[in-house]
C-alpha cells in the first residue's frame, strides 16, 4: 500500500484551489473536540460548608433540675454571756416622785473603742433619743423614765454590776424599778425582752408580754437612735412606736 503524501497545510490548499480533491488519512482527519461535560450550577459548584457538629461549648448546658431554695436562718439571740447592761440612768423625773411605776427604755447602745459611756442623752444618737421622748412629753416628770444600755459584750468582759448572766442582771436593774412599760430600742434589747426570735421589722408596731420586765408589764419594741440616724426614712415607725408605748401605758 502506497504511504501517503505527507502534505502541508499550504500544499493542501493549493490542490483545493486546483480543483484537486485530496483526501486526508483517517489518522490526520480532525477529530471532533472532545464533549465537554457540563459546567456544574453554581450552587454546585459553590463549596458545600461541612455540616455543623455539636461542640461543648455550642451545645446548650444542660440543665438539672433547679435547686431547692435555702431558707435564711432566724435570727438568733446573743447567749446571756455575750450581753452587756448597764445599770440604770433616771432620765427623767419630777423632785420627790417615786422611782417606781414608769418606763423603763433599753437602748442597744454599745461602748466606744475604749470601752466606755458616754452620758445616755450626749452624743447624736443620745440627742435624737431625747427628741424622741420629749415629743411624748416624757421630760416633764409626769411618769418616772429610766433607761439602760444593751449590746454584744466582748468574750470575758464582765457585766458592770458584775453578774455574769444577763437575765440575772436586767432582773437585778428592773425590780426595783416595777416598770409598767418596757421601750425595747433594737434587735438585742427587743429579742430578749419579748422572747420572741425574730427580726425587729416583725416585733416592733404590736405590745408584747414581757419576758423578763415583771408580771403585767409590757414591751414595745421599735428602732435605735443610731439606726435611725443611718435611716431618716423610718423615723415616721419610730414616732408611730412611740404613741403606742404611750397608749399602751395609758390603757394599761
Known amino acids: 500500500m502506497t504511504p501517503p503524501l505527507q502534505l502541508d497545510a499550504r500544499q493542501r490548499a493549493m490542490l483545493e484551489e486546483m480543483g484537486i480533491k485530496v483526501w486526508l488519512p483517517q489518522a490526520e482527519a480532525e477529530a471532533p473536540a472532545p464533549a465537554r461535560a457540563p459546567a456544574p450550577a453554581a450552587e454546585d459548584a459553590a463549596p458545600q460548608p461541612a455540616p455543623e457538629t455539636?461542640?461543648?461549648?455550642?451545645?446548650?448546658?444542660?440543665?438539672?433540675p433547679a435547686p431547692a431554695p435555702v431558707a435564711a436562718?432566724?435570727?438568733?439571740?446573743?447567749?446571756?454571756?455575750a450581753l452587756g447592761i448597764t445599770l440604770p440612768e433616771r432620765l427623767y423625773a419630777a423632785d420627790g416622785q417615786s422611782a417606781t411605776g414608769g418606763w423603763l427604755v433599753v437602748v442597744d447602745m454599745p461602748p466606744?473603742?475604749?470601752?466606755?459611756?458616754e452620758a445616755l442623752l450626749a452624743g447624736e444618737a443620745g440627742r435624737l433619743l431625747d427628741q424622741m421622748l420629749r415629743a411624748l412629753g416624757l421630760h416633764a416628770g409626769t411618769v418616772p423614765v429610766h433607761a439602760v444600755r444593751l449590746w454584744r459584750a466582748s468574750p470575758g468582759q464582765?457585766?458592770?454590776?458584775?453578774?455574769?448572766?444577763?437575765?440575772?442582771?436586767?432582773?437585778?436593774?428592773?425590780?426595783?424599778?416595777?416598770?409598767?412599760?418596757?421601750?425595747?430600742?433594737?434587735?438585742?434589747?427587743?429579742?430578749?425582752?419579748?422572747?420572741?426570735?425574730a427580726p425587729l421589722g416583725r416585733l416592733r408596731g404590736s405590745a408584747h408580754a414581757g419576758s423578763l420586765a415583771g408580771?403585767?408589764?409590757?414591751?414595745?419594741?421599735?428602732?435605735?437612735?443610731?439606726?435611725?440616724?443611718?435611716?431618716?426614712?423610718?423615723?415616721?415607725?419610730?414616732?408611730?412606736?412611740?404613741c403606742l408605748a404611750a397608749e399602751t401605758l395609758q390603757n394599761g
Not at 54 to 64: C, E, L, V, Y
Not at 112 to 117: E, K, L, N, S, W
Open 158 to 197: 464582765p457585766h458592770p454590776e458584775g453578774a455574769a448572766d444577763f437575765d440575772t442582771a436586767f432582773e437585778a436593774a428592773a425590780a426595783p424599778l416595777a416598770p409598767r412599760l418596757v421601750l425595747a430600742l433594737g434587735m438585742l434589747s427587743a429579742q430578749r425582752l419579748t422572747g420572741v426570735q
Open 112 to 117: 466606744d473603742a475604749g470601752g466606755r459611756h
Open 54 to 64: 455539636a461542640t461543648p461549648d455550642s451545645a446548650p448546658p444542660r440543665r438539672g
Open 73 to 81: 436562718p432566724a435570727p438568733q439571740a446573743a447567749p446571756a454571756s
Open 215 to 242: 408580771a403585767g408589764c409590757a414591751v414595745v419594741a421599735s428602732y435605735p437612735p443610731a439606726y435611725l440616724l443611718r435611716n431618716s426614712a423610718d423615723k415616721a415607725r419610730a414616732w408611730a412606736d412611740l
